[in-house]
């Protein structure tokens, strides 16, 4: 599912409707880290990430029990990333997730601070993990893993499709 996408009409951050019907993603997820959400999910619940701008662990995606970090009007809404398992019937799947609709908790939602959004608005991120000690909120801090982000710059084409559109902003994500 393209990140943003809704069947309702969304309020942009400028205030403006938007249908949300945007082909490139803003977010996607490792393999790897889409193993640990499963497993942080497993004992926690559904999560959520959140991107702030702040140093040392800000500069991390968090990742929360969902509805622990109440997210308002200063974040911006990425997307979701595609937490289901790989496919088991053994044809080759580089790390995609099984076909079919993702069930309720397979899409996890990742927010940014808006302010941050503004420095990153050309880059697709990629949540990633990594050994290492997790920043200290973040539900993966002991299991002796880390998230991080890798980031590119969008391609000229990618970024005319997204245009200078923002994303939705706010305290829901489109469902």
Known sequence: MPSGSSDEVSRRSDGEEWDGDVNVRRVDVSAEAADMVRRLRADHGPVMFHQSGGCCDGSSPMCYPKGDFLTGDADAFLGTIDVRAPRTDG??????????????????????????FAYWRHTHLTIDIVPGRGAGFSLEGPTGFRFLIRSRLFTDDEYAELGETPPRVGVQAPT
Do not use: H, I
């Open 91 to 116: 044809e080759p799947t580089d790390g995609e997730p099984a076909e079919g609709e993702p069930a309720g908790d397979d899409l996890v939602e990742v927010w940014m601070s808006a302010a941050q």
